[in-house]
């Protein structure tokens, strides 16, 4: 009896979809990771990606907000914020984030180079035909980042960035609640799923537990 095209013989099984390739939640950044990618960056001169990078692990945000960014939501009359609050997407949920003084160093001295208009989109897009940055875009941007440190480009995308400080922060205080803050999740649960927690801890308890 012939077999049916959409069913694998036993002597050509099919190969699962996911074979070769890094699945689920892309990881944070480290520190060290952090650092190298920040010298590479200095070191080229690129002036818009230091300040992307830079903005992209202060401000935790979901790439579709951070390449639509305006300059007058995080600058008044030429003084860039402390702290600058936008509505998600996602969500339509305000959230706040902070900017470091090594962040608005790096994008003061990107809107100087780029003379850069209030009214207009923080990370203009290159191409004509679109405003600002896309999403894809900033995704080889990361992608490129990752690779000049030295890292696999697969087990990193746009929420390795997303995740980086939230990481770090939830490591050091155990502060689900801030971090969700943070994240603008409307849910602890999320907030839980997002970073993996559980497994994380799971695993360090285990480790640190002898027979």
């Not at 609050?85 to 780029?114: C, D, G, N």
């Not at 203009?124 to 890292?151: C, E």
């Amino acid at each position: 009896m012939p077999v049916p095209k959409n069913y694998a013989s036993e002597s050509q099984p099919c190969s699962p979809w996911n074979k070769g390739r890094l699945v689920g939640q892309k990881r944070p950044l480290k520190p060290k990771d952090v650092w190298a990618i920040r010298e590479r960056l200095e070191i080229g001169g690129n002036r818009r990606d230091i300040a992307l990078f830079n903005l992209a692990i202060d401000s935790k945000l979901r790439a579709c907000d951070l390449v639509k960014l305006r300059v007058n939501e995080i600058q008044t009359e030429g003084r860039l914020h402390d702290r600058a609050t936008i509505t998600q997407k996602k969500t339509r949920r305000p959230v706040q984030f902070e900017l470091s003084e090594q962040t608005r160093r790096a994008v003061r001295e990107y809107l100087e180079s780029s003379e850069g208009d209030s009214r207009q989109y923080l990370f203009a897009s290159r191409l004509r035909a679109k405003p600002h940055l896309s999403t894809r875009q900033y995704s080889r941007l990361v992608h490129r980042w990752v690779s000049s440190a030295g890292l696999e480009s697969a087990a990193y995308g746009t929420h390795s960035m997303r995740r980086t400080k939230v990481a770090q922060i939830y490591r050091k205080t155990g502060n689900l609640r801030a971090v969700q803050i943070l994240l603008g999740h409307t849910k602890l649960e999320s907030t839980v799923r997002y970073l993996g927690i559980e497994v994380d801890d799971a695993l360090v308890l285990s480790e640190q537990t002898d027979l």
